[in-house]
């Protein structure tokens, strides 16, 4: 009777934002004996559910066990090729069968372990072009004299909000829902007119 092969996922997205993203890798992934998942940008290499995945999988093929590694896409893996090659090489170390489902490769054989090399190669690729992009459209905005970063509330918006702050009894949440900004910029609104610790003292002296 054959061995069974124990299947370990891996699901990666770059921010808390990418929920959709995540959704479909993990439905991709369903049929794995066990999914580790991640909020990490790919260019970082210090991921501890990768490591922990890894280390599970490596610990499966010591005891002699069948092991298959699936990702969604490649790129989800790493967007670093040298990554990339140092994964196969570890891979291959512990007999252990890296999946990609998206691309439909499989690193048992030398020819999809090249296509995913190339395919490694054209993630980073990819990532090169992104960074520079984004810091020309930087470099361009700021010779063009367009600010950057968040727009500064009105001096308007800015009055009311001490106002409800310093004279109701309305909880910060509630002051930041009702005038749609988030609470740390209350918080900077309060600092800047030196009044960020006004209920407390309140409430100290009425204790």
């Known amino acids: ?23 479909v890798q ?3 992934l369903k049929h794995c004996d066990k999914l580790f998942i991640e909020k990490e940008s790919g260019a ?26 699936t990702i969604y896409k490649l790129d989800r893996l ?20 890296l999946v990609s489902l998206h691309e439909k490769l499989e690193t048992d054989s030398l020819i999809g372990r090249l296509l995913c090399v190339i395919l490694g190669f054209v993630a980073e690729n990819e990532l090169e072009n992104l960074r520079f992009r984004t810091k ?4 361009k905005s700021k ?10 509330i009105s001096k308007e918006k800015e009055e009311r909000i001490l106002n409800k702050y310093l004279h109701s009894n309305i909880s910060i949440r509630n002051i930041a ?6 609470t ?20 100290e002296n009425h204790c």
């Open 1 to 23: 009777m054959s061995q069974k092969t124990i299947n370990i996922g891996y699901a990666r997205v770059s921010t808390h934002k990418q929920d959709l993203g995540l959704k």
């Open 143 to 152: 010779e063009n004299g367009v600010r950057l970063g968040a727009k500064r």
């Open 44 to 69: 970082n290499n210090t991921r501890p559910e990768l490591t922990k995945a890894l280390k599970l999988a490596s610990d499966f093929s010591k005891d002699g066990k069948q092991v298959t590694f």
């Open 177 to 182: 829902k009702a005038e749609q900004i988030s």
């Open 26 to 28: 993990i439905e991709a």
């Open 184 to 203: 740390s910029t209350l918080y900077k609104v309060l600092e800047r007119n030196k009044v960020a610790n006004n209920r407390q003292k309140k409430t």
């Open 136 to 139: 020309e459209g930087l470099r």
């Open 78 to 97: 790493t967007r670093s090729m040298f990554k990339l090659l140092e994964l196969i090489e570890q891979f291959n170390e512990y007999h252990i069968q």
